[in-house]
């Protein structure tokens, strides 16, 4: 039987990176948090969503910047999920967490609480990068936090790298890479940077404060990380993720292979595992005032056409989709269904077939927009 996943969005950052375009405040006082934690767990407490029935394998607290949370507020809302969900025993239970943000005690409680994966933004290992980003840890804060995660007891630590990032060089990414690895983490997350309207980078660009990231060196980069983390032993599980075995992110996994996720909070999108697809209010206060006035936080449902999102998500996975399961989850043969655009594709090296399971190639993860265009 397919388990459900819960998602937790806590919006509050110690400052905003100027690339960011998440639901997320600059932290202010802790009387906001305060309110936010009680109207997330009345959220919790008073949702109606089916995925009540199904056992829950996975929590994954996301953010901003869930580590800005005290124990206590944490244990407050896992209580408040315990409650409500059939929560299995050794469910996967992740924590997004900043670079200095954290202590050993702080580690410890995380860890008594029973999170048992710890996820946090490096993005670089260069000072005046992560200056140039706005984000307020060093290099020497991500090596520090690994090591009070390792004495905190966490065996299962991920951290996000971005590439072609302004003025970087293949030669400072390799660096970079290379300085992850040393780190041996069981899981990472490597995204290039994109370039989000409304961001103070965004800004900087428009006004040629930064230059625009190069879109071939951005393949180069993409190249070497894959050859790179390969001869560390990391397996690429999906366009953006890779992981020793074993470590592939059970949470996250879920939104590619179209499960069911209930998710909480500001700007929390849930999905059924079905077709219907529902999100909340962006709005920090709005969202609190709602909740307060019990009144529903969901302002935006739509129906998913799960058939194309089966495929377009599915093929973000290194593995692919079993053209068996499409057969038997719709009722039609994917290959007959997009012959003349699979042939394309096919042609232009951006997919494979084999053994009953359609994948993107190598280049076809570089170029897979492309390929997703087909199926949207
Ligand atoms: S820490 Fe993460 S969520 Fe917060 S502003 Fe920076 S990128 Fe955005």
Known sequence: MTAAGIYIHIPFCRSRCSYCDFATDVFKNNETVERYVSALCFEIQNSKSKIQNLKVDTIYFGGGTPSLLTAKQLEKILNAVYKKFSVLKNAEITMEMNPATVSLETLRDYKNLGINRASFGAQ???????????????????????????????????????????RQTLKDWKRNLDEALKLKPEHLSLYLLEIHEGTPLAEQVRSRRQPLPDEDLAGEMYELLI????EKGYAQYEISNFSLSG??????????????????????????????????????LKYVRLVENDESPIVEKSEVNLRSEFVFLGLRLTKGIDLREYKKRFGTDLIEEYEKDLRRLVEAELIELA?????????????????FAVFV
Do not use: M
């Open 124 to 166: 670089t290992f260069d000072d005046s990068e992560l200056k140039r980003l706005g984000r307020k840890h060093t290099a020497a804060d991500v090596r520090e936090t690994i090591e009070l995660l390792r004495a905190a007891d966490f065996a299962n630590v991920s951290f996000d790298l971005i590439a072609g990032l302004p």
């Open 247 to 284: 470590y592939e992110s059970k949470h996250n996994s879920k939104y590619w292979t179209c499960e069911p996720v209930s998710a909480f909070g500001v700007s929390a999108h849930s999905f059924d595992g079905k077709r219907n697809r529902w999100a909340n209010e962006r709005d920090t």
């Open 355 to 371: 053994e009953n399971r359609l994948k993107l190639t190598r280049k076809g993860f570089l170029f897979s927009n492309e390929v």
């Open 227 to 230: 050859e790179t983390v390969a």
